[in-house]
């Protein structure tokens, strides 16, 4: 994602660069088609935290279900969880 990797570029003065990672998010708020809100902002950031630490085979499940809510991300994971229990390797 862009927004979490950007570092400002030879040349760019600081208002360029906070101009390019605010076009960014506002990007990435679109793709994910998240409610521009606190709320909305606050469950992308979460979610995105959290997705980032799961196992790669876990964190795909939610994603493909495109989940709105950290509760729904939550009971989603945990019955991931639960179903492949000897599976999951948190690192």
């Known amino acids: ?25 506002e990007r990435w708020i679109e793709l994910v088609k998240v409610t521009k809100s606190y709320e909305g902002l ?3 950031v979460v979610q995105e935290q959290y997705l980032s630490t ?15 809510t950290i509760t729904e991300l939550g009971d989603v994971a945990e019955n991931y969880i639960e179903a492949h229990a000897t599976d999951i390797v948190f690192g």
């Open 54 to 68: 799961c196992p790669k085979e876990m964190a795909v499940h939610p994603k493909e279900r495109k989940l709105k």
């Open 42 to 44: 606050k469950t992308l």
């Open 1 to 25: 994602m862009r927004f979490r990797s950007a570092k400002p570029e030879a040349g760019e003065t600081p208002s360029q660069f906070l101009t390019r990672i605010d076009n960014y998010l």
